[in-house]
T-cell receptor
């Protein structure tokens, strides 16, 4: 089984709809992240969480919200989707302790299309 | 702000040729640098992680070097195979924000059989 899973893998929705993307991990990592990837651009950080009670905005958080339901679960919501939020979304995790400190591991991604 | 550049954006080589992928960054106060592979429709796979105190890391046919003073990293893939065709991304974190990765846009590699 994959260590970092994302659901759904693909989603098509309409402008104005509320959408939730979910991420789960079995790596036991304390840190989790949400990124988006647009064609020709690198990944950009939307939100990150150091633990269940520590959630922070990244560089492009406008129009997004998150929830860290448990150490293993981190959800991203688009309250009212708009077409320029069409992108590939990735969840990632890292461990704040140990030899692999801050090496990030990514899920398979969710392709979101907003019409 | 850390800027990460990968040139070229795309590369096509015949099978068996060695691949050289470049990554440059503007702020040399890095914490670590990570190379990823991305296959179409799939997530990122971590290939190599180089800590700021290291000069290189090796894994099988892959070797990544780091020169902080010049703001550069190079990923070498020896004896390329068609299965190496993918997009390769580098990402850098700074000491001031060691959790935050700044990504390059990637180099898309095609290895021709």
């Amino acid at each position: 089984d994959a260590d970092v899973t994302q659901t759904p893998r693909n989603r098509i929705t309409k402008t104005g709809k509320r959408i939730m993307l979910e991420c789960s991990q079995t790596k036991g990592h304390d840190r989790m992240y949400w990124y988006r990837q647009d064609p020709g651009l690198g990944l950009r950080l939307i939100y990150y969480s150091f633990d269940v009670k520590d959630i922070n905005k990244g560089e492009i958080s406008d129009g997004y919200s998150v929830s860290r339901q448990a150490q293993a679960k981190f959800s991203l919501s688009l309250e009212s989707a708009i077409p320029n939020q069409t992108a590939l979304y990735f969840c990632a995790t890292s461990d704040s302790q140990g030899l692999g400190y801050n090496e990030q591991f990514f899920g398979p991604g969710t392709r979101l299309t907003v019409l | 702000k850390q800027e990460v550049t990968q040139i070229p954006a795309a590369l096509s080589v015949p099978e068996g040729e060695n691949l050289v992928l470049n990554c440059s960054f503007t702020d040399s106060a890095i914490y670590n640098l990570q190379w990823f592979r991305q296959d179409p429709g799939k997530g990122l796979t971590s290939l190599l992680l180089i800590q700021s105190s290291q000069r290189e890391q090796t894994s099988g046919r892959l070797n990544a070097s780091l020169d902080k003073s010049s703001g550069r990293s190079t990923l070498y893939i020896a004896a390329s195979q068609p299965g190496d065709s993918a997009t390769y991304l580098c990402a850098v974190s700074l000491y001031s924000n060691d959790y935050k990765l700044s990504f390059g846009a990637g180099t898309t590699v095609t290895v021709r059989a």
